[in-house]
């Protein structure tokens, strides 16, 4: 299994930081319930992640403090900076309100140079969207490349899961590879990790078309580790298959038929089951160790279409779903084709 680089250290930050102090700029990306800027300093590593809606002081100082305490360890610093844009600092505005966060910024192997002369992350869309991304510059990864991709990201939610920890909004967009000079993956929106369990004040932030749907029928408040199993196989079946692809409401055996490994097709199915009980995250990293075994280094994806089209939703900001908001869904899902196009352009 390949190692990914690890940077030895993040800048050196205060656990609090006020945002008079900082220095951004550029016009920022804006995202559903964010902003982000680049800032000046702190070695050109950290990037604002300034809130569009009011965040819980509380947690985010527990995500804070926990990074610390990660940090310190040779073992989880190391795979902490290796896998995750963790919450560096929180930001505070003049009334001492929580104003946003300080993340790190993406090394540069993250970044895709296109071919129209933008530089852009290069996120697990770019997996899913592969003939499009190829039309930008972006060389498709193999068979074998998207296995290790896989394994390394459901490594880094089985790490989150033996801490304790559940990340509540995993999405293509949250997600970013590289395959030179090696297999990485870095996660992203890591504010969004909470407790396993836990009742936080926070608003439920999530990517609809990602989301287990127990949490969008209300049958659990917030993601849980089966959410966490719903989208990795959700994530599977998009990245090999197709990448519009849902499940059916029901527990029905469907599944992807073309394009997806047969050897992960069974616990593909079990995974995104409307209902639990789903397969554990060991179960998945041994499934995929085994597939990695029998895949050949240049296998690539067989494709029967170009994929022109983009199903990727808007995302989603300060929703706790309950029936006001899954008739808000039900409007969202109206507008798909909308958010399709947002999405394609962002791709350009």
Same mark, same amino acid.
């Given at each position: 299994?390949?190692?990914?680089?690890?940077?030895?250290?993040?800048?050196?930050?205060?656990?609090?930081?006020?945002?008079?102090?900082?220095?951004?700029?550029?016009?920022?990306?804006?995202?559903?319930?964010?902003?982000?800027?680049?800032?000046?300093?702190?070695?050109?590593?950290?990037?604002?992640?300034?809130?569009?809606?009011?965040?819980?002081?509380?947690?985010?100082?527990?995500?804070?403090?926990?990074?610390?305490?990660?940090?310190?360890?040779?073992?989880?610093?190391?795979?902490?900076?290796?896998?995750?844009?963790?919450?560096?600092?929180?930001?505070?505005?003049?009334?001492?309100?929580?104003?946003?966060?300080?993340?790190?910024?993406?090394?540069?192997?993250?970044?895709?140079?296109?071919?129209?002369?933008?530089?852009?992350?290069?996120?697990?869309?770019?997996?899913?969207?592969?003939?499009?991304?190829?039309?930008?510059?972006?060389?498709?990864?193999?068979?074998?490349?998207?296995?290790?991709?896989?394994?390394?990201?459901?490594?880094?939610?089985?790490?989150?899961?033996?801490?304790?920890?559940?990340?509540?909004?995993?999405?293509?967009?949250?997600?970013?590879?590289?395959?030179?000079?090696? +297999?990485? @993956? *870095?996660?992203?929106?890591?504010?969004?990790?909470?407790? &396993?369990?836990? $009742?936080?004040?926070?608003? =439920? /932030? !999530?990517?609809?078309?990602?989301?287990? +749907?127990? @949490? *969008?029928?209300?049958?659990?408040?917030?993601?849980?580790? &089966?959410?966490? $199993?719903?989208?990795?196989? =959700? /994530? !599977?079946?998009?990245?090999?298959?197709? +990448?519009?692809?849902?499940?059916?409401?029901?527990?029905?055996?469907?599944?992807?038929?073309?394009?997806?490994?047969?050897? =992960? /097709?069974?616990?593909?199915?079990?995974?995104?089951?409307?209902?639990?009980?789903?397969?554990?995250?060991?179960?998945?990293?041994?499934?995929?160790?085994?597939?990695?075994?029998?895949?050949?280094?240049?296998?690539?994806?067989?494709?029967?279409?170009?994929?022109?089209?983009?199903?990727?939703?808007?995302?989603?900001?300060?929703?706790?779903?309950?029936?006001?908001?899954?008739?808000?869904?039900?409007?969202?899902?109206?507008?798909?084709?909308?958010?399709?196009?947002?999405?394609?352009?962002?791709?350009?």
């Amino acid at each position: 299994m390949t190692v990914q680089p690890v940077p030895h250290t993040w800048p050196s930050l205060p656990q609090r930081v006020p945002e008079g102090e900082l220095r951004t700029y550029g016009a920022g990306s804006r995202g559903g319930s964010s902003t982000v800027f680049d800032v000046f300093g702190h070695e050109d590593r950290v990037l604002y992640k300034k809130y569009a809606i009011q965040r819980s002081e509380a947690d985010l100082d527990r995500l804070v403090r926990l990074h610390r305490e990660l940090d310190s360890d040779s073992n989880d610093g190391a795979f902490l900076r290796r896998r995750f844009a963790w919450p560096l600092a929180v930001v505070t505005a003049d009334g001492g309100a929580v104003s946003g966060v300080l993340v790190p910024k993406a090394e540069m192997t993250y970044r895709a140079q296109l071919s129209t002369n933008r530089v852009r992350a290069r996120d697990f869309n770019y997996l899913l969207y592969e003939t499009r991304a190829a039309r930008v510059g972006v060389e498709p990864a193999t068979v074998r490349e998207k296995l290790v991709l896989l394994r390394l990201t459901v490594e880094a939610f089985a790490w989150l899961e033996e801490r304790g920890l559940v990340h509540e909004d995993i999405s293509a967009g949250n997600l970013l590879w590289s395959v030179r000079p090696e +297999p990485a @993956v *870095l996660i992203l929106d890591c504010d969004s990790i909470r407790p &396993a369990g836990s $009742t936080v004040d926070d608003p =439920l /932030l !999530t990517t609809t078309d990602w989301t287990d +749907p127990r @949490v *969008l029928g209300g049958e659990v408040p917030r993601p849980d580790q &089966a959410s966490v $199993t719903y989208a990795v196989g =959700l /994530l !599977t079946a998009r990245v090999f298959g197709t +990448p519009s692809w849902r499940p059916s409401a029901t527990d029905s055996q469907d599944s992807p038929q073309e394009g997806v490994p047969a050897a =992960l /097709l069974p616990v593909l199915r079990e995974s995104v089951r409307a209902t639990t009980p789903r397969p554990p995250l060991h179960r998945w990293l041994a499934i995929l160790d085994e597939a990695l075994e029998d895949t050949p280094a240049r296998t690539h994806t067989p494709r029967t279409a170009v994929r022109t089209t983009v199903s990727e939703p808007l995302r989603q900001g300060g929703l706790s779903y309950g029936v006001k908001e899954r008739v808000a869904l039900a409007v969202g899902l109206v507008c798909g084709a909308v958010a399709a196009i947002l999405l394609l352009i962002e791709m350009l």
